[in-house]
């Protein structure tokens, strides 16, 4: 990732609103992480006005950190596949979540809301999540504890790699890449020969 584009939380949450669909990013600054269980205590909590952190401009990381191991803060961390979040995205970006991490495609519901709040989804690789723990610096429990691997913990990470895969305007580096694609796969030539 030589061409990534270097982004510190929580100062370059603008500017990280404001990358195209497509750019490799070194996210380093402090992330938290969220899977399903945390997203429905957190929305309650924010629909009934006491989030357990200030949600404006923090990014969500779809991951479940195992204990530390090997020396390090979490043993392993990769991204959960996002679409499971999709139902709670929308009503978080609301309150000013910049971004969201995980993996794979998100539903139109969610491109709308990243256009409406200015927010982007970032994607990162699934299968490395031992590689992705050495990016990590520290992680510390800041809500729901009784949740285990699924609390709400805040992370510090180190050029941990992301790509801009929904952007605030609404481009999806999934969907370009999907009608690239089918472009490739088309039969070349005319006449007969493409049929």
């Not at 949600?55 to 390090?72: H, I, N, S, W």
């Not at 050029?159 to 999934?174: K, L, R």
């Amino acid at each position: 990732m030589s061409d990534a584009i270097q982004i510190t939380l929580p100062g370059d949450a603008g500017r990280l609103r404001a990358l195209p669909a497509g750019s490799a990013v070194l996210l380093s600054g402090p992330v938290y992480t969220a899977r399903d269980a945390t997203h429905v205590r957190l929305v309650a909590d924010v629909e009934a006005g006491s989030p357990p952190i200030d949600l404006r401009d923090q990014v969500l990381f779809y991951a479940g950190p195992t204990p530390a191991a090997a020396g390090r803060p979490v043993g392993s961390v990769g991204p959960t596949t996002a679409s499971r979040m999709d139902g709670w995205t929308p009503q978080l970006l609301e309150v000013g979540i910049a971004a969201t991490i995980g993996k794979g495609v998100r539903s139109a519901a969610v491109l709308e809301a990243c256009i409406a709040n200015g927010a982007v989804y970032l994607a990162t690789v699934g299968g490395i999540a031992a590689l992705l723990a050495t990016r990590v610096r520290s992680a510390d429990t800041v809500a729901y504890a009784d949740l285990g691997a699924e609390a709400l913990v805040r992370m510090e990470l180190d050029e941990f790699p992301v790509w801009v895969a929904i952007d605030a305007t609404g481009a999806d580096w999934y969907a370009e890449a999907r009608a690239e694609w089918a472009v490739e796969s088309q039969p070349q030539g005319s006449g007969e020969e493409a049929r």
